[in-house]
Nanobody, 114 residues
Framework: QVQLVESGGGLVQPGGSLRLSCAAS????????MSWYRQAPGKQRELVAT???????IYADSVKGRFTISRDNAKNTMYLQMRNLKPEDTAVYFC????????WGQGTQVTVSS
């Protein structure tokens, strides 16, 4: 079993940047497929980006070219570098790990506003 803890959220102006982190407990982090999701008020949770245990990545069209997902298996941590943030990126961001079942973090709030 793995526990996931997100950090790095906050308030940022449009056009700004943030880096989210997802720290995982456990010893087999490198086997997990890791993802970032987000949920805006009144909307369904949506996939933002995924990184496989081989390092392959996929992105939602809305964030391509602005967000970068990465992982450091030695640190049991996944990251989401977010650039050129827009008000529509405002949401609670969650990390998810998948290995035979899904594990979710508690989320971190990202607010993009002037």
């Amino acid at each position: 079993q793995v526990q996931l803890v997100e950090s790095g959220g906050g308030l940022v102006q449009p056009g700004g940047s943030l880096r989210l982190s997802c720290a995982a407990s456990g010893s087999i982090f490198d086997l997990y497929v890791m993802s970032w999701y987000r949920q805006a008020p009144g909307k369904q949770r949506e996939l933002v980006a995924t990184i496989t245990n081989a390092g392959n990545t996929i992105y939602a069209d809305s964030v391509k070219g602005r967000f970068t997902i990465s992982r450091d298996n030695a640190k049991n941590t996944m990251y989401l570098q977010m650039r050129n943030l827009k008000p529509e990126d405002t949401a609670v961001y969650f990390c998810k790990g998948t290995l035979r079942r899904e594990y979710w973090g508690q989320g971190t709030q990202v607010t993009v506003s002037s």
